[in-house]
């Protein structure tokens, strides 16, 4: 690898590799300098990022996002996994459908949920992470899990409408948006992943309806 610091971007997110070897402190001033010069090309614009090369500590990516965006206008919104191509394609997807929702988006839960743990909140809510059998989170707004959705969901918790729910392994236990229910016809074998396709549920002539993700989707859908 040239360098200690290597930039890739990609739409609405970069990849950042990082020199192994390096100790996180000069890293940390390598990135500052790196994105500085590099301000006026990225402007003010929120992505997602991806770390490889170097395998940091939670604390370290806390420092990272930090460092980032102090000597940039970007706003990271997440750190992304380990499979690259498929979190690229659904943070693309993501931000697609939240064009229309800027203003205080919400909270963001990096974990899985599991043993039966509940999230609540009066906003939109983004899990990085799965949400197991037995689990459930609770939104006013909107639901989005970079993961799998194996448990349950409301969005638009006290019945406001124009809500959805989006996750990158669609077999939810239940799902609710607003006052209305969905219950899968088959029932998910635990254990048994389906195949990887983003999912978007929202509600339709009175019903919640759920859907791949596609390019015409988002356009033809207003919220």
Not at 2 to 23: A, C, H, R
Not at 29 to 41: D, M
Not at 145 to 171: D, P
């Amino acid at each position: 690898m040239k360098g200690n610091i290597m930039i890739k971007s990609f739409p609405n997110g970069i990849t950042l590799y990082l020199n192994p070897e390096l100790e996180t402190d000069r890293l940390l001033e390598e990135v500052a300098e790196k994105f500085n010069q590099s301000r006026n090309f990225f402007r003010d614009a929120r992505m997602a990022l991806c770390v490889e090369g170097k395998v940091l500590k939670e604390e370290e990516e806390r420092l990272l996002v930090q460092t980032i965006q102090d000597n940039s206008n970007l706003e990271i919104v997440c750190i992304m996994g380990k499979n690259e191509e498929t979190d690229k394609k659904f943070i693309k997807a993501i931000q697609r459908v939240d064009m229309q929702h800027t203003d205080n988006f919400g909270r963001f839960y990096r974990g899985t949920l599991k043993n039966g743990q509940r999230i609540e909140t009066e906003s939109s809510m983004v899990i990085l992470g799965d949400v197991y059998p037995g689990c459930s989170v609770t939104a006013t707004k909107d639901i989005i899990i970079i993961g799998g959705l194996y448990g349950e969901v409301h969005a638009g918790f006290g019945g406001e409408e124009g809500h959805y729910v989006v996750a990158l392994e669609m077999s939810p236990e239940k799902i609710k948006i607003g006052d209305f229910r969905y219950k899968p016809k088959e029932k998910f074998k635990w254990g048994i992943k389906p195949k990887i396709q983003p999912k978007i549920a929202y509600v339709k002539d009175s019903h919640i309806v759920m859907e791949p993700i596609t390019k015409e989707l988002l356009e033809f859908l207003t919220f």
